[in-house]
């Protein structure tokens, strides 16, 4: 069965400064992994995907992700974070192998706060 | 462009009571739905999703029940409410293609206080 670890309940950064919010996952196959941000009360927005090629994605609002196959990690990085970047940030996995349903699994989530 | 929506946005009910919490799509067809529960703002929990109309599949045995009448409309149903239900609840729509990488789409989320 597949899993996600997001080992930081909360990540401080100053305004300007580089980000990264850590993920690892577990699955059989090969992964297809997601990074989806959430503003309070609201739902989740998608931000970026890795599914095969390039290790390094890039999404929404200059966010990118690397894909690191040996350390199983897909960690979200942006060069100079944003006040307006303060939320929760969730990473997903995907086996490639379930051609069912598909089903995402989450991880806990964790909390960016930017500090002007 | 496709657009997901959920009502009603806030829900106040007492326990005991019956719960209806509507999702709909717009702008594709036969999506693969989802019903999520995120409790104390973290983490996302599957409840239940469909691959179309009336086929519904549950993740975790609950309190809860969901149907598909209509191949964009997903609903979220109980009976008797309890506390323990609380959280919010999101749906999630995905485009059902073989082979396909798509996304998945969350809609705005229903916040639902069982007191």
């Known amino acids: 069965a597949q899993s996600v670890a997001q080992p930081e309940d909360q990540v401080n950064v100053a305004e300007g400064n580089p980000l990264t919010v850590k993920c690892t996952y577990s699955?059989?196959?090969?992964?297809?992994l997601f990074w989806y941000v959430q503003y309070p009360n609201r739902g989740l927005q998608f931000l970026l995907k890795?599914?095969?090629?390039?290790?390094l994605v890039k999404g929404s609002y200059g966010f990118e992700a690397e894909f690191n196959k040996s350390q199983t990690s897909f960690h979200l990085k942006k060069p100079s974070a944003l006040v307006s970047d303060s939320a929760l940030y969730f990473c997903a996995v995907r086996d490639a192998w379930d051609t069912g349903f598909q089903k995402l699994v989450f991880g806990t989530g964790t909390r960016l706060l930017v500090s002007p | 462009s496709q657009t997901i929506h959920q009502w009603p946005a806030t829900l106040v009910q007492p326990v005991g009571s019956p719960l209806s919490l509507e999702c709909t799509v717009e702008?594709?067809?036969?999506?693969?739905l989802y019903w999520y529960r995120q409790a104390a703002g973290r983490g996302l929990q599957l409840l239940f999703y469909?691959?179309?109309?009336?086929?519904i599949s549950s993740e975790v045995p609950q309190n809860l029940s969901a149907s598909r009448p209509q191949d964009r409309q997903f609903i979220l149903s109980s009976k008797k409410l309890l506390l323990s239900d609380s959280g919010f609840y999101l749906c999630?729509?995905?485009?059902?293609?073989?082979?396909?990488?798509?996304?998945?789409?969350f809609g705005p989320g229903t916040r639902l206080t069982v007191l």
């Open positions: 890795y599914i095969t090629g390039d290790n």
């Open positions: 702008g594709t067809s036969n999506p693969n």
């Open positions: 699955v059989s196959g090969n992964p297809y």
């Open positions: 999630a729509w995905r485009l059902e293609q073989r082979g396909s990488t798509d996304t998945q789409y």
């Open positions: 469909s691959v179309g109309i009336g086929q």
